[in-house]
């Protein structure tokens, strides 16, 4: 069965749409396989980015301050959170199973690296909580050591406020003494005046002078002024201590009025001794009792000074220790937060030192008690420090391993998801060329066969009918058992040749038949004749 030309017509035209239609689906086909490919190299990169996102939200968790910790753990599980899920989209997107197997594996590390850092902040968390009791018995240590040097200052205030009385009534016992010797020097003079004017009165009834008279008398009221002078100062200082022992007025001035009547009975020529031995018991009497007095209230003085320097000394040591802790505290800040393992070894010595110091220090074994015990938890709490910065850097260094193998691992996924995009894409662009150029040249081969099929009947046909043109009884015409529009043509031609033949047979009979009647018209009149 044949088809004809507008069939083959159609064929022709519709083959380059049938091709286009193919192309179409596989294209449409390796889109699909390439947006799913670049969605998964999308994918890989958000994975990477994550992940470098969590191992930095875990270095800021491990460097920040306690108090901001918990924002960086929670931005820590929304980058890993994040990559979980990326990583399962992933999983389902592929169909490959080595690729599902290197998403597995990186699905695996990524739940254990989450483990870790659960481990991880709990030792951290633990530290936090150890540093945190550090700075309070830090905070303890130098809130004690402030009372006892306040205790100290306090004493050394008081020590200097007793010396300064002390020294005030040794000055005042130092007055009354001085003055008091004053008297019993000037007495002594007086004694030696008068045994030297009794021996020159004795001289005198032998044949004495009125010049020596006159030098006695001169030498007397010397020596009565003097003693009359520090008999005056002496009632005034003892006025004053008495003022200042708080003991009031002392009254009639004795001491005064013993010099009068020694100077009275001096001045009348009478005998001065009974007077002057009553002036010199005063005079023992106040030396004996102010004597005593200075030495007591010298050893007083002494003893203070000794307290206030011992006071002083215990308040520089305690100072010291302060400035100590002070260093130590912040030195340990610097060292936790330095993860520096051999730093925290040596706080811990440095401890024990301040531990020694504070036994040194002079204190209530009360306040010692509690100062060392401060430094004891504070070096006990520092040691289980530096345990818990061994675990984290092994926890550290585990995790960096991990998240460098996630990252390699991510990188490597991101490397073949975009090596397939790259690959589907690029055999994309190759069967759209070969699809184009096989349509078109399925399409020149069909219009050429199509052609072809129309063209060689019609030019048989041609050359048929210029044969039959010469002699229609030579044969038949060919393809007229074609069902297409050239059998047509060759059947109505074929019909034409036919009915032509038939005239021409009939024509030719009529000729032969008229020929015959010629001649027997002629064989007629030929026999008529």
Known sequence: IRTNIAQQIAAVGCMPVLVAAAIAIVAWFLLQQSDRANGSVVTAGTIYRELLGAEAARSDYLNTAASRRAAQAVRFDAHTGEARRQLDALADATEDDALEGAVSETRRILDRYTTQMEELKA??????????????????LIDITDAA????????????????????RLSLHRDVLDNARSIYAALAGLWRHEAARLSQGAGQTQGGGATSRNADSHDTGVLMLR??????????????AAAAEGRGSRGPKRIVAAVSQVSGALMNGGDIRDSAQELEKRIDQILNVYGTAYAATLNEVTELTAHAVSANETEQQAQGVTIAVLKLAHSTADAVGNRDIGATIALIADGAAVEEQIARIALPPLVRGGMMSAVAGWRDSLDKVRDGLSIQDLMIAQMDGDAKEMASGASALNDIFRSNAETIGAFLRSALVLGATAGLLL????????ARSITRPLD????????????PLTGDIVDTGRQDEVGAMA???????????????????????????????????????
Do not use: C, P, W
């Open 227 to 240: 003693l009359s002078n520090s008999a005056e100062a002496l009632e005034e200082a003892l006025e004053r």
């Open 460 to 471: 048989r046909l041609q050359r048929q009918m210029v044969h039959l043109a010469g002699n």
């Open 491 to 529: 059947r109505s031609v074929q019909h034409f040749v036919t009915e032509i033949a038939q005239r021409e047979t009939a024509l030719h009979e009529a000729k032969n038949q008229a020929e015959e009647a010629t001649r027997a018209k002629s064989s007629f009149l030929a026999v008529m004749s």
């Open 149 to 168: 040097r306040q205790r100290q200052n306090l004493a050394n205030l008081g020590y200097a406020e007793t010396v300064a009385d002390s020294d005030r």
């Open 443 to 450: 399409a020149i081969a069909g219009a050429f066969y199509a």
């Open 123 to 140: 030792v951290t968390e633990q530290n936090d909580a150890l540093i945190g009791a550090m700075a309070q018995q830090a905070a303890l």
